[in-house]
Nanobody
C-alpha cells in the first residue's frame, strides 16, 4: 500500500519560510510512479490544491502560491517536498500530502481533482502569524 507521512509544519511569522516533506513509506508504489501533491485546509474552508507533480514531472500551482511555493520530489528518498517562501497568514492551514499511482491527468487537472487521489497523509499544521 501507499503510506504517506508529512513533516515540517510549524509556526512562523509572515515573510518566513518552511519546507514540508512527505515520505512514501509504502512498498507497493514508488514516488516516481505516482502523481503526488500538496493540499491544504483551513478551518471552515474546503480542502484545496496547492501544488501537484505528475509522474512526468509536470507541475502546477494554485494561483495564490505561484512564485512563492515550489514542489519537488526526491525519488531516491521517496520524498515529496514543498518549499514555502514569503508565507502570509492566509497560508495558515493543515497541509496534506496526497498520491495516486493511477491518475492520468495533467498537473493542473490533478490540482483541481482532490477526490481522485487515493492516498492521503494525516497532515501537518502550518501557522503563519502577522
Amino acid at each position: 500500500s501507499v503510506q504517506l507521512v508529512e513533516s515540517g509544519g510549524g509556526s512562523v511569522q509572515a515573510g518566513g519560510s518552511l519546507t514540508l516533506a512527505c515520505v512514501n513509506s509504502g512498498k507497493q508504489y514508488s514516488a516516481y510512479a505516482m502523481t503526488m501533491g500538496w493540499f491544504r485546509q483551513a478551518p471552515g474552508k474546503r480542502r484545496e490544491g496547492v501544488a501537484v507533480i505528475t509522474r512526468d514531472d509536470d507541475t502546477a500551482y494554485a494561483d495564490s502560491v505561484k512564485g512563492r511555493f515550489t514542489i519537488s520530489r526526491d525519488n531516491a528518498k521517496e520524498t515529496l517536498y514543498l518549499q514555502m517562501d514569503s508565507l502570509n497568514p492566509e497560508d495558515t492551514a493543515m497541509y496534506y500530502c496526497a498520491a495516486d499511482p493511477y491518475l492520468s491527468l495533467t498537473a493542473i487537472q490533478a490540482l483541481r481533482s482532490r477526490g481522485d487521489f487515493g492516498y492521503w497523509g494525516r497532515g501537518t499544521q502550518v501557522t503563519v502569524s502577522s
